[in-house]
């Protein structure tokens, strides 16, 4: 019987007792062992799970054991993984039926709480309306591979050698006329940098071939450079928007300053209050995400005015540009001033996270430096996907596609509309009619509760204020971000009436208690 | 007539003045007006130019017209380019004709040097015999685009979903297969991490998901870890490497101590004289890169006893392995003992590095880190390719390749050997008959001569001092290292009769001397 008492430090609060009894084997034993500490509050919510490593020493065990534990109980939802942050015990976890021979009882689900933050489900719902992926199953194979036997077929030898960190020609001469056609950018191929998608495109811009601090296009003072603003300066971001990109900046050890976020989009207004200079500014124009409105034309010139004026730069995100269902899409901010917006795209909602390739269109003072900072030779985009876009974009194929889903999401908008109108018609459906997810406003105080009764009913989502900055002043009303476009288009229905199902009724306020906690 | 007094502070040395006079362009005029600058000793060897934007602003022209100019004499040798050190003058050019209208006479060649570093030729010389390609020509596109449409016909539609930074698992499979077949690895697919080639691979390790300081997987130090050493440590290297390999490392704030380098590879004793603990040594078992001398086999199982004694890592930088023509090729150190081995390879030099595809091969209590450097999903690497290589690989196709590269390579090599031999008998083919590149020795005192004989007669390729670790006690004899993969298979012959032409007879000295540099 191994037995470990894990030390406190920064991990577990306080030593910990494991016993690993009981029949089958040493995994199973020590998931039950995890388990029931869980569940009688010996680990807290949050709390740090130890490394393998040293959990593994503590117990005798392989550190192959203490992983697959672990792994399971991601899988199950009692703990959680996350880069950086190492394994913790879940804030919120979807209840499980505990196995009948744990510790000889059937034990009562842990008390529940609302993640902080998007949860990222490692488990695998019944129902998947998590936001941030286009329907995988939509994915245009064949278009796909008759554009890679087209441009493969007609590449000069010298496309199988070493690449030019900035993109292939054809490719950058592709977005060029297709950006401009579509999106209303003004730019030529020799300003365009081809990237592995937005995150990249970040690191590039303040953190260098790809993370950490330092080295990055934007990171040096450069005194004659148009940005008066140097590398101590802040960037501004909206008050709700990705973790994941602030995390980037963080990294990079830059600040962000959260702008308030109303209907008209980002206060932009406030970069005038910020004493101090701010280096650049993080939008989302086209569809402010997650909370789903426009920018006011009125506040689009503003920031273009203050960038002008304080030698600022605008990182526009068009993360979902393409996709509107009720008009044209606005075009892009960066057709206003393409000497001051920073505009960046990607394939990831469009076509596949699975193909990385996305863009960025430089004011041409940029360009250098971008380039520099990704390296002397392209080492992260795959050149054989770089022509292939290149041939699907100019082929008209890329145009077809993201039509066919427009037409598909725009019906999956619909339906959600409908489906609630008619079944829980005290929650409105919020933003435009655009994109790849909606958010549905809660009554207040509901949203954490909705959350919970989610998990239990096996509908992934995210509750809204997991996107809220930590310091932001702006406070959006309860509300689910729900991504449409994630589920296969046959689970669809199934999926948006087991939303309906989980919807706080009329007037319900939260009910935020779960089973007693100890057995 | 624009005129610019360029400051010194980091920059040029003293005041420049560039006078844009004389008929045609702008660009026209500001490239006589540099080449006259680096001709008359104005601007000297090493001396970093202006930012583009400091300069058009100084001479009143487009930043674009200041950026083509550099171009062009980067392309034509004058200037380098390189990332974080800016546009400086060449220390070691090809001289050029002069612009018959420069400054009213034919300006005489610039004082030549000798490159401290590979100069990476940006122009295109008219034979290529830089080392690090393989034959861009012999692409299996044919079997690239059958592998691809049978794999992405197969794959699941979660392929196209986010995807799991691990790397796909089928490409793991056929990894893990194919290398315990191919090289003697011992693992299976799940200490298999996914990277887009051995520079990702390091900053994984080192730096985090791309660069920088800080994050990497052994930058934390970790007393209960099965390395003993942490961060602060250094990491060894062999006297003679890549300097971007270096370069990495020290981004990452990462000490580089250069172990010695004899005919029997990298002097792995000299580890035990290492005051303090040392975190990894990063070696080339297989083909030292690029003396080309395999480690001796006292040498393996020292340099495992070593990281096993101490807790030390091993780097196996596996970068050609699979090219051996005189026997089978020694197997990886990694199956020796695959808890002390990271093995990193990648197609790169097997099939083309415009497919961004590498593997690491890791310790078990390294994947969680790994794959946590890495981030919450698959950012860098498509997943399409992952896909179509894994295809490639399962249904023997890319084994096929290598067998057809091997026989072309072989054949190259043994061309360049016999042809050396009747032309220039006193030049020997150093190392083994192994990868896509040899070292030719040459007599003492004649390698710089050499290389700037070579760069005048258009051939481009590299002296074996450029890849010296600066702190090194080795010094190798002079050499050329001889990309012998790199050109087309139809200008192979004529390279090889272009290298015989300028290499330095018998009995030369070294003839330092360049023509009178002012005019």
Chains 1, 2 share one sequence.
């Not at 995390?247 to 008209?264: F, M, N, Y």
């Not at 959350?451 to 932001?472: C, F, N, T």
């Amino acid at each position: 019987m191994a037995e470990s008492w894990v030390n406190s430090a920064e991990s577990v609060g306080r030593d910990l007792h494991l016993e690993l009894s009981g029949g089958g084997s040493r995994r199973a034993a020590l998931i039950r062992a995890l388990r029931a500490a869980v569940q009688d509050g010996r680990l807290a919510p949050g709390t740090r799970l130890p490394p393998y490593r040293s959990l593994a020493a503590d117990l005798g065990v392989a550190r192959n054991t203490v992983a697959d534990a672990y792994a399971e109980l991601v899988a199950e939802g009692w703990l959680t993984a996350r880069q950086g942050s190492g394994t913790r015990v879940a804030l919120g976890v979807s209840p499980v039926r505990a196995e009948p021979g744990a510790r000889g009882r059937t034990a009562p689900p842990p008390r529940v709480r609302v993640p902080k933050r998007s949860p990222n489900v490692p488990a695998k719902p019944a129902h998947n309306l998590v936001q941030g992926q286009p329907d995988a199953g939509s994915f245009p194979r064949a278009a796909w591979l008759a554009a890679a036997r087209r441009a493969l077929t007609a590449a000069p030898n010298e496309a199988f050698g070493p690449g030019d960190p900035q993109g292939r020609i054809e490719l950058r001469r592709a977005l060029a006329s297709y950006l401009a056609r579509v999106r209303g950018t003004r730019t030529d191929p020799d300003r365009i940098v081809v990237c592995s998608g937005f995150a990249h495109a970040l690191r590039l811009l303040f953190a260098g071939p790809g993370g950490g601090a330092g080295g990055g296009a934007l990171s040096g003072p450069s005194p004659r450079s148009r940005l008066r603003s140097n590398r101590g300066d802040p960037v501004a971001v909206e008050a709700y928007g990705l973790g994941f990109h602030r995390s980037i900046l963080d990294a990079a050890r830059v600040r962000t300053l959260p702008l308030g976020l109303d209907e008209h989009g980002a206060r932009v207004e406030e970069l005038a209050d910020v004493p101090g200079p701010v280096r650049a500014v993080l939008l989302t124009p086209a569809h402010q995400f997650p909370t789903g409105g426009p920018l006011h034309p009125a506040r689009r010139g503003a920031v273009v005015d203050w960038a002008r004026t304080h030698g600022g730069l605008i990182l526009e995100d068009d993360y979902d540009g393409e996709f509107r269902y009720d008009r044209e899409p606005v075009g892009a901010v960066q057709g206003l001033d393409p000497e001051h917006v920073v505009y960046v795209g990607s394939v990831s909602k469009s076509l596949s996270p699975a193909v990385r390739i996305g863009w960025m269109v430089l004011p041409e003072h940029l360009v250098g430096a971008v380039v520099a900072a990704k390296g002397e030779r392209e080492a992260w985009v795959s050149v054989l996907d770089q022509l292939t876009l290149a041939d699907l974009i100019d082929s008209g194929h890329y145009d077809r596609h993201v039509r066919r889903m427009r037409q598909r999401y725009r019906r999956r908008r619909d339906h959600l509309v409908t489906t609630l109108a008619e079944h829980a018609p005290h929650i409105s459906v919020t933003g435009i009619a655009a994109g790849l997810h909606a958010v549905l406003r809660l009554p207040p105080g509901t949203e954490a509760s909705a959350v919970k009764a989610a998990a239990w009913q096996g509908v992934a989502l995210e509750g809204l204020s997991g996107y809220r900055h930590p310091e932001a002043a702006t406070h959006a009303p309860d509300g689910l971000v729900v991504g449409y476009a994630t589920p296969p288009e046959h689970g669809y229905a199934a999926a948006i009436e087991a939303l309906c199902r989980v919807l706080p009724p009329a007037a319900e306020e939260e009910a935020e208690r779960g089973p007693a906690g100890d057995g």
